[in-house]
């Protein structure tokens, strides 16, 4: 047992925290479980897929605009990422390096939301409010358990380059994708789904989660923090599930449906 826990603190700061490492923990499971929702057919609100067969609910809820349920989900961890550069002092170049991909991050997604994504349909406003505070606590999460390895050696194996590098590919991966899916539609307002092609899209019905999760991966490595790798591998099962659900969609959705396509990896899965 020492031998494992001696080697994960050649990759990470020791938890400075017992709220981080409960926070840490909390993130794995319920994220975990979120993925096994995915797979069970328990979807989020802002999939298209939610409520397929009745089983949402929710008819009576406040809802607004698929477009502006997300930027309702997004901008609070956005403006708490660019704030930390006013309201935190500098505290070294890992920390400056965390703080821009978080802020570079979000700002993507609302650009994407804006400029790219094509959103169909409506979202409840308790549904977009709930995925806000859980970017917001995530991100300000991220922000504090980073501000308390100050002044603590930095682990024996520096990841911080490695991540800015699986961090740019993953962004610019997720961004080419998405680009690709919203090209499937020539307005907001169609409702008629397609197979994408293009990219990955030829092997892995969702190379968008893949690149994701490399994104998420690259804040790990920039950060080398216990709650930043917890948050890396539930995000990595979450969308596991997500794709999982998204190929058994497309599926039951295309009877021509290539059955050599994996949900998520390449030849793998």
């Not at 802002?46 to 089983?55: I, M």
């Not at 308390?148 to 699986?166: E, F, N, V």
């Not at 990595?236 to 449906?257: E, H, N």
Request: aromatic fraction near 16%; charge should be positive; include cysteine.
């Amino acid at each position: 047992m020492m031998m494992v826990v001696d080697t994960v603190l050649r990759f990470i700061y020791p938890p400075q925290s017992i709220l981080i490492l409960a926070i840490s923990v909390m993130s794995i499971v319920s994220m975990v479980n979120a993925g096994f929702m995915e797979i069970k057919g328990k979807h989020v609100q802002y999939s298209k897929f939610w409520n397929v067969g009745g089983g949402g609910g929710g008819q009576n809820k406040s809802k607004v605009s698929g477009k502006t349920g997300m930027i309702i989900s997004y901008t609070p961890a956005f403006l708490v990422c660019a704030a930390s550069f006013f309201l935190v002092s500098d505290e070294g170049f890992r920390f400056v390096l965390l703080r821009s991909a978080l802020t570079v991050h979000f700002f993507k997604r609302l650009v994407e939301v804006l400029f790219v994504h094509k959103c169909s349909g409506y979202m409840d406003v308790e549904a977009a409010i709930t995925i806000a505070i859980s970017y917001f606590l995530y991100t300000i999460t991220m922000i504090y358990s980073q501000h308390l390895s100050k002044g603590h050696p930095d682990p024996p194996i520096d990841l911080k380059y490695t991540g800015i590098a699986l961090f740019l590919l993953g962004i610019s991966g997720n961004f080419y994708h998405h680009f690709l899916l919203s090209r499937l539609r020539t307005n907001s307002s169609e409702k008629q789904y397609k197979i994408p092609r293009g990219g990955l899209f030829d092997w892995v019905i969702c190379p968008h989660y893949l690149f994701e999760i490399i994104g998420f991966l690259g804040i790990s490595c920039i950060s080398q923090t216990l709650y930043s790798f917890a948050f890396a591998f539930g995000s990595a099962f979450y969308l596991m599930g997500r794709s999982y659900a998204t190929k058994t969609w497309y599926y039951s959705k295309f009877d021509d449906f290539p059955n050599s396509i994996k949900a998520l990896i390449p030849f793998v899965f």
